[in-house]
């Protein structure tokens, strides 16, 4: 059983992660990763990013759709990131 401390310090960032699927090339992409570093920035939480175009099953998934964005493996959004939007989906 966890101690009340780290349930606390789970907030607001935690065992979150946000993934950024994108691709070479891509305005939407470069737009949307600068929203989400400017937020994961902030916040303290940690993100990543992935080359749709290295990875066959990101690539069948996502293709028509990105940009996409991933809060901790759900997908949260796809081709424009609102940042209020994903700053409220960090920490609520």
Not at 13 to 35: E, F, M
Not at 40 to 46: E, H, K, R, S, T
């Amino acid at each position: 059983m966890a101690d009340m401390s780290s349930l606390f310090r789970r907030r607001p960032s935690g065992d979150r992660l946000v993934t950024l699927i994108r691709k070479p090339g891509c305005h939407l992409c470069d737009d949307a990763q600068v929203v989400v570093e400017k937020v994961c920035g902030d916040l303290g939480v940690p993100w990543e990013q992935k080359d749709i175009t290295e990875d066959r099953e990101l690539h069948d998934q996502y293709w028509e759709q990105i940009p996409v964005v991933l809060v901790d493996g759900r997908q949260h959004t796809f081709w424009r990131v609102n940042e209020g939007r994903l700053r409220k989906a960090l920490t609520d």
